[in-house]
C-alpha cells in the first residue's frame, strides 16, 4: 500500500480535448490511461492550466467561450468570454490576465480570469491562432494564418509593437527558456521559423525533409521546447512524425513516428515524458525524452487537439 501511494504521488493528469467529440480525456500518468471523461461545450481545442494548476482552461470554440473545469473534481468551475471562435489560449507570467486569439475577428482578447471580463481587444492580422508568452511576461507573440505573421505585443501597453513575416500559415509560437528567441512553425509552408525577441531578425529557418514522405505532408503544428533549452519537439501534422530538433545548432536530429496527423505536444511538469495528440487516428503518442522513444498509445476520443498536463 505504501508504495502504491508514493508513485501516485508524483502521477500526472493528462488533460486532451477532443475537437469533434466535445470531451476532454484524462490520463493517468503512470498508468498511461484514461481514467475520466470530461464534458464540455462546443469544439474544445485550445487548453492550457491556470489558478496555479488548480483549473483547466478549454477553448469551446463553436460557442463563443472559455470553460473552466476543477483539475481535481473534474466539475465545471465557470465560463470565460472571448471574442467569436477562440482557439488557442495564454495566461501571463503572473498567472492572469488570459490572453485568447479568436479566429474568426481578427483579434486577441485579454480576459481577467477571476473577474470573469474582457480588459480588451488587441487588433492583429486574418486568423489569429498561435500565442507564445515570453518567459519574463513581456512579449506576448500571436501568429496569424492568413496574413502570415507573427506579431509582438507588449504586455504593458497591450499594444502591437512589431510585425515578421513567415512562412505560410504559422501555427504556434514558442520562446526558449532564455526568452532570446521564438520559434514559429508554418503549416503549409513547412517550416520553422526562429526569431530574435529583442530585434525582431529572423535568426534561421528549420526545414524538414522525410524519406519517403512527400512535402506537402510535412505540416509543423505543434513545438515545444525543454526547460533545459537544449532540444525541441515539432509535430509535423500528417507526416505522422515528431521532429527532434538541437536548438543550438537547429538541426534535425531524428524523426519519430507516431499516430496520424500530429497535431500538438505537452510535457509532463517533470519533462519525463511527452503527450502528442494524433487527430485523425484518435490517439495520443507518449514519447520518452530521455531514450526518445515512442512508448505507447492511448485511444482517447474523436480529434484530439491539445494537451496540457497537471499534478496530481
Known amino acids: 500500500m505504501l508504495a502504491f501511494s508514493a508513485s501516485n504521488a508524483f502521477a500526472y493528469r493528462v488533460f486532451v480535448s477532443n475537437e469533434k467529440e466535445n470531451t476532454i480525456s484524462v490520463i493517468d500518468s503512470e498508468t498511461l490511461e484514461v481514467i475520466h471523461t470530461i464534458k464540455t461545450g462546443n469544439r474544445p481545442r485550445g487548453i492550457i492550466l491556470g489558478n496555479e494548476g488548480k483549473w483547466v482552461i478549454v477553448c469551446v470554440s463553436d460557442d463563443n467561450k472559455l470553460q473552466v473545469f476543477d483539475t481535481q473534481t473534474y466539475e465545471l468551475v465557470k465560463d470565460l468570454p472571448s471574442g467569436p471562435d477562440p482557439e488557442l489560449p495564454i495566461l501571463h507570467t503572473s498567472g492572469n490576465p488570459l490572453y485568447v486569439s479568436n479566429e474568426d475577428d481578427n483579434l486577441v482578447t485579454v480576459v481577467d480570469i477571476f473577474e470573469n471580463r474582457i480588459i480588451t481587444d488587441i487588433p492583429v492580422g486574418v486568423e489569429p491562432e498561435g500565442m507564445g508568452m515570453s518567459p519574463d511576461g513581456k512579449w506576448l507573440v500571436n501568429t496569424s494564418e492568413t496574413t502570415n505573421m507573427a506579431h509582438f505585443i507588449d504586455t504593458e501597453s497591450l499594444k502591437v509593437i512589431d510585425n515578421v513575416l513567415v512562412d505560410s500559415r504559422p501555427r504556434v509560437a514558442e520562446f ?95 519533462e519525463k515524458l511527452l503527450f502528442t495528440t494524433n487527430g485523425t487516428s484518435n490517439d495520443v503518442s507518449v514519447i520518452d525524452v530521455a531514450s526518445l522513444k515512442v512508448t505507447k498509445s492511448i485511444r482517447v476520443g474523436r480529434y484530439p487537439w491539445g494537451v496540457v498536463a497537471a499534478p496530481n
Not at 176 to 200: F, H, L, Q, Y
Not at 217 to 222: D, K, R, S, T
Not at 230 to 237: I, N, P, S
Open 176 to 270: 526558449t527558456p532564455d526568452g532570446k528567441e521564438v520559434w514559429v512553425s508554418a503549416e503549409i509552408g513547412g517550416t520553422v521559423t526562429v526569431i530574435a525577441t529583442e530585434t525582431r531578425e529572423v535568426l534561421a529557418k528549420i526545414n524538414f525533409e522525410i524519406q519517403g514522405i512527400t512535402k506537402d505532408a510535412i505540416q509543423p503544428v505543434g513545438v515545444r521546447i525543454t526547460s533545459d533549452g537544449k532540444k525541441a519537439f515539432v509535430a509535423l501534422g500528417p507526416s505522422n512524425r515528431v521532429a527532434v530538433v538541437d536548438v543550438a545548432t537547429r538541426e534535425v536530429e531524428r524523426y519519430l513516428l507516431v499516430g496520424q496527423r500530429v497535431w500538438n505536444l505537452g510535457f509532463t511538469p517533470d
